[in-house]
């Protein structure tokens, strides 16, 4: 079973700019397709992005063009660039394999806190 370990978190304000990052234990996590999800107060846990084992991205529309996927096989490890933050993008961000036919992953780590205000 593969557990991820996510970081880079912080305080940030409107249309500034952070890098989280996961790393992933395990061999296997280069043949896996994974996501960044996020929960925001009060809110369900949505999907953000999904980067595939070949590295190709999907995006959530909200975050689409100001959100980054992409992985560091070598170092089993998943990143998200996320710029031109708003206030709504304030949420518990979590890495975790991707939905596979509907299922959602079953057992999540703690998540890095972003928090975005003036």
């Known amino acids: 079973q593969v557990q991820f370990v996510e970081s880079g978190g912080g305080l940030v304000q409107p249309g500034g700019s952070l890098r989280l990052s996961c790393v992933a234990s395990?061999?296997?996590?280069?043949?896996?397709?994974v996501a960044w999800y996020r929960q925001a107060p009060g809110k369900d846990r949505e999907l953000v992005a999904t980067?595939?084992?070949?590295?190709?991205?999907t995006y959530a529309d909200s975050v689409k063009g100001r959100f980054t996927i992409s992985r560091d096989n070598a170092k089993k490890t998943l990143y998200l660039q996320i710029s031109s933050l708003k206030p709504e993008d304030t949420a518990f961000y979590y890495c975790?394999?991707?939905?596979?036919?509907?299922?959602?992953?079953?057992?999540w780590g703690q998540g890095t806190q972003v928090t975005v205000s003036s």
């Open positions: 975790n394999l991707e939905i596979k036919d509907s299922k959602w992953p079953g057992s």
């Open positions: 980067i595939s084992a070949g590295g190709s991205p």
């Open positions: 395990g061999s296997i996590f280069r043949f896996l397709a």
